[in-house]
């Protein structure tokens, strides 16, 4: 946990510094009361130095002194960023072919291609779980979901 | 061959329906374009503010009202494009194209927000002026047990101290402020303004004392005038307010300034097709005639001033030069 | 009192009225359906039913509404608890504990306090809009921007409370969260601010997208982890251990009395509402816990708190509207609409000129309330038995719901991609040890704070001394000292007290794992964070 503690202040400490120039395009101050960048300016002044104590407290301690930190199995990452591209891939073709389309295709992809299920529940899951959002959003709350280029 | 065949006409299966699409048709049953069509088709209504803000409450009022009053059959589903101050109900408008079957309600916010915040790109000459419908008088209110009993004299006041009375409001571009800093620029003076997100907050400020005073619309501000905890010492516009027909008009006190009125109208999307244009103007037009509309108008203090077509899109024109002054005016 | 007993009694004989019955049902019912469902918030339910109340009386068409907006506050919760998706923005703090409940096979308790809880604080808050309303609705006019000031820094202040194993990872989340919640346009000077020319982020980052994408898709993420061929948690077979038992209801029985007063008094005040009402809540419950080392591990006062304060909060917001005819939030906004349209004008006339729209009103509120609990109550097994779908099934619907969801607010595709961003960032810090509690408490309070300051300033052109010359200001700035800063009042009642709740069974104390050589940095930190706000 210690060498991710150090990372994640310093990427805290840059973001910090990024937000921080950035704010420098808003009045600090604006007919003498605080202006819009004023709160801005100060938080990310805030999160610079914050990550930079983050950074400090954990160099200063020996490795021991904290948990480790677990970092996901090569299994582990393809399930879970997989999972996470898939829903990335999914919210792309939402505009292409339409919400319906996409879902089949996402929760297709759980199932069959991460998870590798082949049972007769996963292919009902993966025809039921869209028409069931789609159902409840779109049928009774009314909600116009997005057709995509091919809808209407 | 057969397969040429089935492929051509598959393509033109693609090509029909994309241009449907195209064409922004929304269901299968909205395809003509004659009268009795648009009347089946249930018609987008956009507004620029969320639930519950003045736009969408009065886009669904006005629906209701039409509905009850027969003048519409189907309901009018509203669509809340709230972010940007109108700049996102504006460009989605736009993106519209030809579209017959998405139309908007307007404020002066739209004339603003172009001219004011930075990625507003869309402005109302790119979109198509269906009709204005009404001016809202703005009036301003004060604490029942204030010192000032005229615009005049707080403007007075304002002179004896600059900077220092303070005025409630919503952003720095809405009407109240614009007209408020135009009346302190004619005046040579200065005070402070507070802005709120809610109304019910800018109320509350006069009601506490924070603020001093406040413009905005007589309905806002009625029940605390019937139950004695504000007054209403002034008209900030051109016409006094028919629900405080006493409260003399900025010009009454001898202000010379021109102000900015709040109006309500309709917008439609940049290329909508004449047939529907015409529609819209007679949906409108027979709405204002109601009996159910009258009484709502006179209710709320609202001023019927219906503009159609070319004579809305000159009227806002016109609005657009006076706001461009205002915003001057008051630095922004 | 007599005369609010009277007109109460009164507004009991119209409210049982077939039509007027009818229509409270009708309007709980479908607010616990919006309330279940993630995003498509209340304001715009209620926004799209005067349609349907036209040609209802005054009363009945209100009574719909207003149950709606309190029924969707039951039904938030649902979600929370049982797959870490906020149901509603008031029910973001609710998931902090009831997944976690949910987790150890305790779905049913959270479930049940939650119903339990809520029906109880909405009845108190009932209680003081039937008696205490004219008071209340002075004490809210009396709240300006400095005493708002206050009770934000009362709120942000117990950020620090939020923590994990990390006081000053706590202490950056937060930070980063009201970073966040600066984006967007300017109310004072329509400067935008990190818009990067998106006019879709004109109005701010989304707060559903924000939540439901660091809770549930990030929750999601993780627990993909692990091998998920099976049902992920335990669901007990007795229906006798899916409620909440007598040692529950002890438990919480504090935590559902503060949540009653503190949600009904933020409720009150007109731009708070019912979500700041429950972070607060929560926040002071773990505060004065004799065990707050509980919290976030699935305690059920951090589930009965939050539930409590915003049930009484809807009772509370419903004191601006009528007494005032002030609405402080878009739900209340829009039932002031429709009181308009049938030409009525609420206003500190309105109960004496009108008693017969009132008294229904509000009488009806405490039979919904009834309805609501005898509603949910027999749900509970039914929703918890949800969690005996295996997890490989249950979370692709998890993910389609989320999506559907969040599209249903703005109907925006940008929010969607904000969703699993975010879901990315909750998936990280979750593995990294940022809690994302704080972030999501300082994105809800940080902009009210922000503007109750820039407020107060303009007020006393740039004077600072607004802040300690207003009592109610001071109160809050003392009450936040003696919390933060004051030896805790808690360790003194643990070292007296004999321990009244049971110990947390083995398998908890063992995640436990608290690195004790931070904890003097730690200390020292929080001291320097109380300097700076």
Known sequence: ?152 | MFRTRKIRSALILVALSVLVSACGFDSGGSGGGSESDFESTSVEFLVHTGPGGGSDIFARDLIEIMRQEEVISENWPVRNEEAGEGAGAMSYLAGQGDATDTISAMTTTWLTTPLTIEGAEITIDELTPIAGLIVEPEVMAVAADSPYKSLSDFVDAAKEAPGELVQAGGSTTEVGALNGASIAAEAGTDWQFLSFEEVGQRIAALLNGDADMMFGSASDFAAQVDAGKLKIIAAISPEPSPIFPDAPTAADEGFETTLVPQVRGIMGPPDIPEEALEYYQGVFERALETDGWKEYAERNGLVTELRLGDKWGDFLSQQNEVVKEALKGADL | MTEALQGLADGFAAAISPTNLFWAFFGVVAGTLVGVLPGLGTPATIAILPPLSVNLPPAAGLIMMAGIYYGSKYGGSTTSILLNIPGEDASVVTALDGYQMAKEGRAGQALGIAAIGSFIAGTIGLLGLTFFAPVVADLAIVFGPPEYAGLMILGLSLIILLAGTSKLKALIAGVFGFLLSTVGLDLFTGAVRFTFGRIELANGVEFVALSIGLFAIGEVMINSEEQSGHQLFRVPRKMRELFPTKQDMKQSSWAIGQGSIVGFFIGALPGAGSTVASFISYTLAKRFSKHPERFGKGAIEGVAAPEAANNSATAGAFIPLLTLGIPGSASTAIMLGALFLYGLQPGPLFFTENPDVVWPIIASMYIGNVLLVMLNLPLVPVFASILRIPYYILSPGIIVISIVGVFSINSSMFDVWLLVLFGLLGYVMRKTGFPAAPLVLAFVLGPLFEQAVRRSLVLSQGDLSIFVTRPWAVVFLVCTALLTLGPTVTGVIKHKGPPETPEPSEEKEGEQSVDAPESKTEASISGKRQGRV
Request: charged residues 10%; positive net charge.
């Open chain 1, 1 to 152: 946990m210690r060498k991710v503690d150090i990372v994640s202040g310093a990427v805290f400490v840059i973001f910090g510094a990024v937000t921080l120039i950035q704010s420098l395009q808003l009045s600090f101050f604006a007919e003498g009361v605080p202006g819009p960048g004023f709160f801005p300016g100060l938080l990310a002044g805030a999160l610079m130095v914050t990550g930079a104590l983050l950074v400090v407290t954990r160099v200063a301690k020996p490795e021991g002194a904290f948990e480790d930190f677990a970092w996901p199995t090569a299994w582990q990452a393809r399930r879970s960023l997989g999972l996470w591209i898939a829903a990335l891939g999914s919210v792309l073709l939402i505009g292409i072919v339409g919400f319906l389309l996409a879902m089949f295709v996402l929760v297709g992809v759980l199932l069959f291609v991460i998870e590798g299920r082949r049972s007769l529940s996963a292919v009902a899951t993966v025809i039921i779980t869209p028409l069931l959002a789609y159902g409840l959003f779109g049928v009774l709350l009314q909600v116009r979901l997005p057709l995509g280029l091919f809808g209407d």
